[in-house]
Nanobody, 115 residues
């Protein structure tokens, strides 16, 4: 029973901050990689940030310097700290865990940035 549940989304003004959480029902050690993706209306789902075994932490150019991905192994939780938010960051944010044979997705949490 693998389950990922996102939380922490909401409405924030430009320049504000949010921290998203992804709670993993199983052990986070079972994943070779974890990451955050987002999808805005009418657009493709895109990678935001990821942590994978044997690779450097990856960030989309559009969020580099503003967002930080991290994980707490003891709590089986992945985080996305989002600072200096812009209206173009508005999207549904998804958490993903990867194993050699398949990927597991959460259902997403809405982030809206507007004045």
């Amino acid at each position: 029973q693998v389950q990922l549940v996102e939380s922490g989304g909401g409405l924030v003004q430009p320049g504000g901050s949010l921290r998203l959480s992804c709670a993993v029902s199983g052990s986070i050690f079972s994943f070779s990689g974890v990451g955050w993706y987002r999808q805005a209306p009418g657009k493709q789902r895109e990678l935001v940030a990821s942590i994978s075994s044997g690779y450097p932490i990856m960030y989309s150019d559009s969020v580099k310097g503003r967002f930080t991905i991290s994980r707490d192994n003891a709590k089986n939780t992945v985080y996305l700290q989002m600072n200096s938010l812009k209206p173009e960051d508005t999207a549904v944010y998804f958490c993903k865990g990867s194993r050699p044979d398949t990927d597991y997705w959460g259902h997403g949490t809405q982030v809206s940035v507007s004045s």
